[in-house]
């Protein structure tokens, strides 16, 4: 193929690539291999589990807290996930949802999701107090954590990415609008993260600490993630922590203190005993002074299932910059998806609070934990098995 793509030619392949790209929100290259051209896409909200839980962190996200309104209850919050249902069915195929007042904003090929999740008050509402998934609470303050109520908690969670951040923007104005008769927006952020290489593969992505931030995942679609993510209904539980990095201070480190605290190369994300990011670590190794390569308060140990009972979790990023006038706070929107929080995650949060060596340079301010519903089918709406 010689030059770029029509426009026509690009929406004509995106069903090709939503067929291969859209499960793993990977981009798809095409053109000169110097100019790698990005294929609209499209992923379906259809299917047993919310889809954007297995893709890729979005290039641009937006998520959204609420507060329930005074009154609202069981069936209140099912009329809600019929409205969001019908909105997410249509902003995702690019097409205008019921009452869209800006119809033009809706447009196709880029990779639109929407996450919906209920906070631990739901299952506080009659009807609803004995239908919490296993292990679904909230997220206890750790001792390094410094929450702000801006950041914290909330009863419902819609989180959305795309690769145009318009169309972010749009489709997060229509949620909250529909919203409006039954919960009220408590907390926004917005992050943004690249999940693609020059050339149009998939890649894990990099914090604003330079760390590629994500290695070691288990892998969508395998018995170790299923075990590590789907609960018993094909949900899941999501846990949102806001973590303000001090990148002063980092920067002040020297390449091989950075990699040090972390346990990894920033060049590659190899660990210190690899070669390549997807290496196991060797643990027991040691140096020439007979210290271990990787220290044992270094990120990649205390975080590695071996050191925690076999403990996984899915762990996804988003990187956020919030400017207030002249001063601009940097941080990572974590984002970590498991079937059991109380056994997978805060035991592992626990151990990373006692003696990460990154506990230093990072702060924790915001926290919530949502409830993820399975995913929903054409004739079915969101969070049916439990409200409907």
Do not use: C
Not at 329 to 345: C, K, M, N, R, W
Request: aromatic share 6%; charged share 20%; no cysteine.
């Amino acid at each position: 193929m010689t030059g770029r793509p029509s426009r026509r030619q690009l929406f004509g392949y995106a069903g090709a690539a939503a067929a291969g790209a859209a499960v793993t929100g990977g981009a798809v290259a095409l053109g000169k291999e110097s100019e790698p051209v990005v294929v609209a896409r499209e992923i379906s909200p259809y299917g047993d589990h919310q889809p954007a839980v297995v893709a890729a962190s979005p290039k641009h996200a937006e998520l959204v807290a609420f507060k329930l309104l005074r009154g609202t209850d069981k069936a209140g919050l099912g009329r809600l996930m019929r409205l969001w249902t019908s909105d997410i069915v249509a902003l995702t195929a690019g097409r205008p949802a019921p009452g869209d007042t800006a119809p033009e904003l809706a447009i196709p090929g880029v990779a639109l999701t929407a996450t919906v999740g209920f906070g631990p008050r739901v299952f506080t509402l009659s009807g609803l107090t004995d239908r919490a998934p296993r292990g679904f609470i909230d997220v206890p303050a750790m001792s390094h954590d410094r929450l702000q109520p801006v950041w914290t908690s909330g009863d419902l969670l819609v989180l959305v990415g795309a690769d145009d951040a318009v169309s972010v923007v749009h489709a997060i104005g229509r949620l909250v609008a529909d919203a409006a008769p039954f919960a009220k927006p408590l907390w926004r952020q917005t992050g943004f993260w690249n999940s693609t290489g020059p050339d149009g593969q998939p890649i894990t992505g990099r914090n604003l600490f330079n760390q590629v931030d994500g290695t070691g995942n288990p892998t969508p679609g395998t018995p170790d993630f299923n075990s590590t993510v789907w609960n018993e209904d094909g949900g899941t539980t999501l846990v949102v922590r806001r973590i303000k990095l001090n990148l002063k201070t980092w920067d002040e480190l020297t390449r091989s203190e950075q990699e040090r605290a972390v346990g990894r190369k920033l060049s590659n994300g190899a660990p210190l005993t690899g070669a390549t990011e997807h290496d196991e670590l060797d643990l027991e190794a040691r140096d020439a002074d007979n210290r271990l390569v990787i220290a044992k308060n270094a990120h990649a140990r205390l975080s590695h299932h071996s050191e925690n009972d076999g403990r996984r979790i899915f762990r996804k990023g988003l990187n956020y910059v919030h400017d207030t006038g002249a001063t601009r706070e940097s941080g990572l929107i974590f984002l970590s998806y498991q079937a059991d929080l109380v056994s997978q995650f805060i035991p592992l949060l626990t151990r990373l609070d006692a003696a990460d060596a990154l506990n230093e340079w990072t702060t924790t301010i915001g926290s919530a934990a949502f409830a993820i519903p399975p995913g929903f089918r054409e004739d079915g709406w969101l969070g049916q098995g439990l409200l409907g």
